[in-house]
Nanobody
């Protein structure tokens, strides 16, 4: 069982930056693929970024070049650095985890077993 707790959300002006953190419980964090998803009001939850157990990253086209996902296995934490934020980035951001040694990227919600409670990111224009 893995518990995930997100933090770092808030209100920021367009063009600004935020860094989200997701702290995971458990001793085998390094065995997990981690992902970030987001859900805007009235919309479905969408894939944002993922990082494999061995540090390979993949991004949605909408955030490529602006967002960076990273992990610190010693701290059991995954990060999402968000730069050049736009109003359309406003959403609740969710962290997800799946125990996986797959070489492919996990980009679908149903590929992840564990989810955090979400953190709100609001970008004002």
């Amino acid at each position: 069982q893995v518990q995930l707790v997100e933090s770092g959300g808030g209100l920021v002006q367009a063009g600004g930056s935020l860094r989200l953190s997701c702290a995971a419980s458990g001793r085998t964090f390094s065995n997990y693929a981690m992902g970030w998803f987001r859900q805007a009001p009235g919309k479905e939850r969408d894939f944002v970024a993922t990082i494999t157990w061995n540090g390979i990253t993949y991004y949605a086209d909408s955030v490529k070049g602006r967002f960076t996902i990273s992990r610190d296995n010693a701290k059991n934490t995954v990060y999402l650095q968000m730069n050049s934020l736009k109003s359309e980035d406003t959403a609740v951001y969710y962290c997800a985890a799946e125990r996986s040694y797959r070489t492919g990227y996990l980009t679908s919600m149903n590929e992840y077993a564990y989810w955090g409670q979400g953190t709100q990111v609001t970008v004002s224009s």
